[in-house]
C-alpha cells in the first residue's frame, strides 16, 4: 500500500482520480486538497463518492503532502510547479496532470501558457509519461509530466506511422474533437450547456497549446522533420476524444493493419480494431482503453487514422494511474479494468 | 463459481448483465443468446466488450442454457415464460428482467400485456425481487421476477411513509421521468435521437404497465387502500430515472429525515441523503444504488420525496446481481461496487 | 413604427427579443444597452445576428433610452426598479421581463428577492402580463410585469380548472421542468454542460422565486382558498418548459375537454391538443405557443394537464413581444407567427 | 401565387419544407404525400404545424400532382426518378432534394446508390441546385438536382480557392460533421439517441456516397485534378454540418480573407466572417446561411477553412426554396429570413 495526496481535488481529474482509485488495491488515498472547499466532506462536494470517501479537503499545503509517497496534481496550469522542488526534495514521487513539466524547451512554454516558469530546472529530468513511449523512462521516474488528452490520442494514432517511416512527416494533420469535460470544472459562459449544447465548432485554429506537444513528441521519434496542422472541436458531449488523423502515405507497399496489430500487440490500453472499423468514443466511456482503425480510403495515398479516449481516463487521469503502476511496479492495468460504459 | 447464461443479450439490459458480471469474482458467463447475431462475437456487436468476453451468441435453446445455475431473460415481455418451465423443471435457477412474473394476478398482467400468460401457475411461487422488501424470500427462490425501472424508484421513494402509515395513500401521485435507455434497443422513430432529444414530454398517462406493479406492491405492505397517479416522462438523457413522489401527510408531528434514515440504515444500496438534498440522477450513474432525499416544502401538509437511480443498473441488471447474489449467498455488493460516474 | 429599448441585451431573453424583433413589421429596435460589452457590435457578440442588426451595444442610461417608445428590460431582478420611476416620468412605456413587478406585496418579493425594493409604489399600477388573464388591463398599461417561464406554463393548465371551480384548489401540485437556459447566460459551474447534461434533478423543492407569483395569480381568481406544492426540475436540453399539473377533481361530470377548449377558443397562443394527447416541448421550440392537454387517468378522481411552452419565448421574450402588440394596438400575432422548430 | 406539392411529407427535409413556405409569401401548398399516413392530417403527425397546415397525406401519384406548377421530392434516394419523366412531361417543374439526378455519370450512380438508373437520360438536363455557382442556369430549369448537405458546406467552402488556383487540389481534406437529423426519419438501432447520443464517431471512411458528388462539382471548376479525402462524422446534436477542409498552399502571397469576402460579396446565403473567427453551427441553426472562416495557421503552407450550415436548412428544403425562388424569379430571399435559432 502507498499513500497517494490529490492536489486540486475539486475538479474533473480531480474527482476522476478519486473514482478510479477507489477500486485500486494498492493506495490508500490520504489527502485531497481544495483551497475552496477546505473543511467540507469531499462526498459532500460529490455525492457520487459518498461510502468511498470520508475524507475532507484540507489546505494545499506541503505539511499535508509530505507523507505521502506520491503526489498528483490536477491543477491548473502553473500551479504545480510552485510546490514540486519542495515536495521532490522531501522525496515524494509527484505526477503533475497539467502542463507545467510536458514541454522540454522552457521559452516554449513560457510562450504558450504566458507564464514564467518557476523550476526550469527540472523540464530536463521530469518524464512525458506516455507509457507507450516511455515505459522505462517511467519506471524510475520521480517526476512524471502526465499527457495532454489531444496529444495522447494524436501520438498514439500517428506513433507506428511515424516509427515505421511510411508517411510524409511534413503534411500531417491532426483534426480532434472533444468533449465539454476538456475545459474542466470551472465557471464560464463558453462551457454552459446552453451554448455548447447543439453545437459545434472548432476553437484555437490559428494556434492551441498541445500543438507544442504533440510536435516535440513526434519529432522526438521522427527520422523526418514533422509539421502538424492541428484543429480542435467543441464536441456536444461530456466525455471523449477522436482524434481524426491524415498524413500522405509515402509506402504505397506497407499492410497498414498489420503495423498497427504489431506496434500495440503487447500494450495493454491500446486496442487496434479490425480492418475496416470506425471507433466510438462511447465504447471507451470509462476507460484507459485507446480504440484504433486506420483507413486507407479508396485505397489511395492518404492514410487516415481514427483514434478514441475518454478524455478524463487515458487522456488524464487514468493514465495518471497507469503511470503510478508503473513508478511503483504494481500491476499495470490495477485499477483500470473498467468495461467501456455503454450506452 | 456459478455459470450464468443470459437469454437475450443484445438489449441494453443484456450489455449491462456483461458489463457487471465481468468484475464478479464468482461468477462464469457460459452463454448470451441472440437469435438475430447467432454466430457472431459477442464483443464484435459490442466493442466496449472487447478483452472482457471472448464468447460468441448462441441460439436460444434450453440445450444451451441447461448447464447453467442461472438464467437471466434480458428479453422482451412475454418471452421468458415459454422457457421458463423447462428451466425450471431442470433445476436451473431464473431471474426475469422482463414483466412476465411481476404480477401475481394473470387477469391485470393479460389486459396490460396485451398476450395470454403461458404459465401462469408459476406466477404464485415467483418471488418479486425487490431485495428491500423480500430479501429472505428471494434467499430460497428459484424464479425471481426482477423488478420494473419506475416501479423500483417510485417503491423505494414511498415504502417508509406507507409502511410508518403516515400519508394519505389514496391520494399518492408518481411523477418520473427516465432516460431513454429504458425504450430499449429496438429500431424505432420515437427513439431517434432527433426526436427525443431536446425535447421534454410525458407519455402514457391515461395508463401504463408499471402503475398495476407499482400499486400491487404498495398495497402488499399497506394497511389502507393505495390510488396512485403515475406520470411517465421522457428525458433527453441516456440513464436515469427520478421519481418525484408527493402524498399528502397525516401525521404532522414525524420526523420524516429519520423515518428514513432508520428504514435504509441497513440496505447497503439505498442512501438517504441529508435533509435539504436534492439527488441527481448523475451522481448514481452506472451504480445500482438509489439515492433518496424527502422534503416537506414550507412545512406544509405535502410530502415530496425524490428517489433517483440508474434504470440500467438498480432498474434492471443491477439489481438482477444483487438478486443473485442474496440466491447464491454470495456478498450482497458483489460486482455492484462501482462509484458512481460522474461527470 | 415604434421606437424599443433593449437593456439587457446580452443575456438569453435579450437576444431573444432581437430575434423576434427581427421580423416584426411595426417595429425598430433603438437602443441594446450592456455595460460590460459596451461599444462593440452587437453582431460581433452574436454572429446569429450578422446581417439582421447593425447596432453598437450602449451603457444603459436614462438619455440612451428616453426616446424610445417602449423599454424592455431583459435584466437580473432588483434591476429594472432602478431605472423604471425616471423612464415611466418620461413617458417611455416598460415591459419588464425579470421579477422586479410581478409580485403585489412588496413584503412577500423582498423575503423571496432578498432586497429592498425601491420602488413598491408601482406595483399597485404594474399589470401582470399575461394576456389570457389581463388583455385589457395590458392595453393601457404603462408598465408590464413579465410573467416566469414557471408561472405562465402553470397558470395557463391551471386557469380553466380553477375558474369553473371543479378541483379541490387546496391539494394543486406543478411539477415542472425546464431547460437549461432559463438559468441564464452567466457564468456558473451548475450550468456547465458537463454538469447539466445527461442527468436530471430537482432544486429549490424547499421553496422557489415562482411559488409565491403563481399562487398570487391562481388565488386571484380562485373562489376558494389556493394551496400548491411547486417542484422545479432541470432538463438537459436547452430550452421549453413542460409543467404537470394535479389537481383532485371535485365535479365528476364535467367534460374536461370541452372545458379546456371552449375556454381558450379565442387566444391565438394557447392551443388546446386534442383528448388524449402529449405535448411535446419539441413542438413548440421558438414559437409562442403553448400547447395543453388534460387527462383523467383511468377515470378517477384526479386530473392530470400537461402543458408546455419555450421558456424563452411564451415564457419570457415572446409574451414580451405579445404585450407590446396588446399595448400599442399592434395584431397580436405580429412578429410571433413562428412555426415549431422541429427537429 | 405559385401552387407546389410536396412528395415524400413526412420525412425531416418534408417536415421542414413545410415549415419554411409556411412563411412565403408566394406559395400555396396544395398536395403533402405519404404513402404510409395518408389520409391523415399533416398536423396529427406533426402538431408543430397546427394552425399553418390543414391539409391530409395523400397517396403519392401523377394525379394528385400534376395540378402543380412545381413538386419537391423530398424522397428516399432512387424514388423521384421513377416519376420524374411523366411529371416533367406535363409541365411540372421538379426539385429532387435526394440524390437521383446529382451525377452526371450514371455509372458512377448506379455504383453509389446500387439501383439502376430508370431515366439517366434526364442526368444531362438536371442541373445541379447550388446558386452560388448555377444561378443561372437554374433560372431556366426544369429538373433541379438539390445538393447534398455534405457537399453544399465543403463546396462553399473550397470553391474561392479553387477558383483562384491558390491550392493544391490534389491534397483536399473534408473532415466534416453532422448532427443526427442527417440520417433522416426512419426507425434505426443506430439513430436512438441512447446509441448516438454522448458519443462521437466517424463512418464512411472507405467511402460516402457524397464523395463522388463533391469531386465532380469541385473537378468542374478546377483547372487542375482534384483529389479528396473525405470523412464524415456523427456528431451528438440534432441539426448543422460543421466542415473542416484542409489544402496545401500554393500562393504564399493570396490575402485568404478579401479572396472568400470578394467571391462572396454578392451572394445572399454565404457569410463569410471576420478573420480569426470560428463559425458555429448553433448560430446558423434554423436558417439558409453558411458561416465561413478561412484560416492559415501560424502563417504556415496550410489553408483550414471552416463552414458550418443547417443541414436541414441550406444543405436541404432551405436550398431547395431558393432554388424554386430563383426558377420562379422570386426575391432569393424570400420565406428565407429566419435569424438563428440561438441559443
Known sequence: ???????????????ELLRLLATHPMVEVCAVTSRAEKGLRVDSVY??????????FVEPSIDQLVGCDL???????????????????????????SADFRLKDVAVWEQWYGAKH??????????????????ELIKTANLVANPGCYPTATQLGFLPL?????????????DAKSG????GRSASVVGLMSESGESFKAYGVPGHRHLPEITQQLTSVSSTPVSLT?????????????????????????DLQALFE???ADEPFVDVLPAGAHPDTGDVRGTNRCQIAVHRPQGGNMVTVLSVIDNLVKGASGQALHNMNIMFGFDETAGLNQVGFYP
Not at 47 to 56: A, E, K, M, Q, Y
Open 1 to 15: 500500500m502507498i499513500k497517494v495526496g490529490i492536489v486540486g481535488g475539486t475538479g474533473y481529474t480531480g474527482v
Open 47 to 56: 455525492p457520487s463518492l459518498r461510502g468511498f470517501n470520508d475524507l475532507c
Open 71 to 97: 503526489v498528483f496534481f490536477a491543477t491548473p496550469n502553473a500551479t504545480a510547479m510552485h510546490m514540486a522542488v519542495e515536495l521532490l526534495d522531501k522525496g515524494v514521487k509527484l505526477i503533475d496532470l
Open 118 to 135: 518557476v523550476c526550469a530546472e527540472l523540464l530536463e529530468q521530469a518524464v512525458y509519461g506516455l507509457p507507450e513511449t516511455n515505459r
Open 162 to 174: 511515424i516509427k515505421a517511416n511510411v508517411i510524409d512527416s511534413s503534411l500531417l494533420i491532426a
Open 180 to 183: 465539454v469535460s476538456g475545459a
Open 230 to 254: 492541428f484543429t480542435p472541436h467543441l464536441v456536444p458531449m461530456i466525455r471523449g476524444i477522436h482524434a481524426t488523423l491524415y498524413a500522405p502515405l509515402l509506402d504505397q507497399g506497407v
Open 262 to 264: 504489431t506496434y500495440y
